[in-house]
């Protein structure tokens, strides 16, 4: 992880200056507002933190998201997605780590319920890749992550963590890399190779009981 990377990768809750604006403790969540919202964010100048500026005024009430925000069956879903912006709802059940991945593309993560940690990691060295700096996130954090960036994310609590995820390109559209410790290989992400490589210690408790 490069410089810019781990400058990116900021601590949770730190809010971006300026961020707070006048009507910013919003008390109702309107996922469609939210989403043009960013989609405007995204035409600024600099997109990556207009966008980590809308996000800091939104998920400072984090209870209003989590109420407003519709059930999903499963762990991820498009809310929007477009040539200029991604927007993906994510749900992290406990005891569930996602494999080392990049989005070569910026992000920016908020949380609005339950607990996770991202690691981050560098290619830096000898080894093929190596663990730097972890983020503790809770409801009400916001994070922003550069576009070359390794990470993972695991749910440290004893609930699902509960998160809107922003990506600054079509996602699901771009070329991006998974990173198969086990065999010490860069591969290309895919939906195959990253549910192989899920470390889900619920689902291997099972498969051995």
Known sequence: MDKQDSDNAKTAGAKTAGAKTAGSDLSVFDLDEFI??????????????AIRAEMDRYFENPEAVRQAMPTFDTDEETLFE??????????FRPNYTIPPHDH???????????QERNNFFTTAGDAFITKGKSVDMQAGDVLSIGPNAIHTVECTGSTPSYGIHVYLAPLSRIERNLYDVAAQMVIPFTDADFQRLVSDDEATASSQA
């Open 36 to 49: 043009t919202c960013l989609r405007k964010a995204v035409t600024a100048p600099s997109p990556a933190k």
């Open 82 to 91: 477009d040539e200029t912006v991604s927007i993906f709802y994510c749900r």
């Open 104 to 114: 070569q593309t910026s992000a920016v993560i908020g949380i609005y319920e339950g």
